[in-house]
C-alpha cells in the first residue's frame, strides 16, 4: 500500500466530507453515505465496480487525483482513500493503549460519560452535551487555557457501542484539521480492560502544526491522559 501512496496524488487537505461529496455524485444521494462509514469497504456500501469507476471520475475531474484508478483499487475504505489522495506524507496516526484493572462496566461508564470529562482529563475546561440519538452523542469540547491563555473549542460527535467494545468519534467542527477520525476499543483481559485510542488525521496547510508534530505532541499527552484516566477509574474500582 505504501507504494500506491507514494504514486498516487499531490493533493492535501481531502475532507471525509469532501469524499462524502464525491461518493453522492457518484452514486447518487443515499443515506448510508451521511452515515459512519470511515471504515466500512465499498462493497459493504453497495458500491459495484461501475460506480467505483465513476467515483474514480469525479476525484479526477473535481480533484486532480493522480491515477484515481489506482486510488479506489487500492483504497477499500473511506479512511484508506483519505490516506491514499492526501498523500502518506500528510497522514496523521497515532495509537496508544492502557490496562485499567477495574470491571469493564465501570470503564465504559467513567470513559464515555462525555459530560464528566472536565473531571476525568487535565485538557477540557468544559464539556457541553449538544444531543443524543440512540448510541450517538454530538457535544462541544472547551480546552483549559493554555500557557498564553488561548482556549480551543469544537463540537464532535460520538457512536458508542458497549455490547462490541467500540467508540467511532469525529469532529464536526474541524478547525485546523482537514479531518480528524477517533476509534477507541475496549478488550477484557487478565489484568483489566485494555482501552486502545487510535486517532487518524491531516492538518490544513495554514496550520500552525503539520501532521509528524502534531502526531508527537499527542502522543506525549495521550500518555498524560490516559495515565490520569486509569488512576481515577481504579481508585473508585477500589472504593467500590
Known amino acids: 500500500m505504501e ?48 460506480t467505483m469507476l465513476e467515483i474514480a471520475a469525479v476525484l479526477d475531474s473535481e480533484y486532480q487525483v493522480k491515477d484515481p484508478e489506482s486510488v479506489i ?3 477499500r475504505t473511506s479512511r484508506e482513500v483519505l490516506a491514499l489522495v492526501n498523500g502518506a506524507s500528510g497522514v496523521g496516526h497515532v495509537d496508544n493503549s492502557v490496562v485499567i484493572a477495574a470491571p469493564y462496566d465501570l470503564v465504559w461508564e467513567m470513559t464515555n460519560d462525555v459530560s464528566s470529562w472536565p473531571e476525568l482529563f487535565s485538557e477540557y475546561a468544559s464539556a457541553e452535551v449538544l444531543g443524543r440519538d440512540s448510541g450517538t452523542i454530538t457535544f462541544r469540547l472547551t480546552t483549559v487555557p493554555d500557557e498564553n491563555g488561548a482556549q480551543w473549542s469544537w463540537v464532535s460527535k460520538r457512536s458508542m457501542d458497549k455490547e462490541n467494545g467500540t467508540v467511532r468519534a469525529h469532529r464536526v467542527e474541524t478547525g485546523p484539521f482537514a479531518y480528524m477520525e477517533i476509534f477507541w476499543e475496549y478488550r477484557t483481559t487478565a489484568q483489566g480492560v485494555r482501552m486502545r485510542w487510535v486517532q487518524d488525521f491531516h492538518l490544513l496547510p495554514e496550520a500552525p502544526l503539520d501532521d509528524a508534530a502534531m502526531e508527537e505532541r499527542m502522543n506525549h499527552n495521550t500518555v498524560v491522559q490516559m495515565a490520569r484516566i486509569k488512576k481515577r477509574v481504579e481508585q473508585r474500582a477500589g472504593r467500590a
Open 3 to 50: 507504494e500506491h501512496m507514494a504514486a498516487t496524488s499531490g493533493t492535501t487537505g481531502f475532507t471525509l466530507n469532501d469524499l462524502r461529496g464525491v461518493l453522492r455524485k457518484a452514486a447518487g444521494d443515499t443515506d448510508v453515505i451521511d452515515g459512519d462509514i470511515i471504515d466500512l469497504t465499498f462493497g459493504a456500501l453497495g458500491f459495484d465496480s461501475l
Open 73 to 75: 483499487q487500492t483504497g
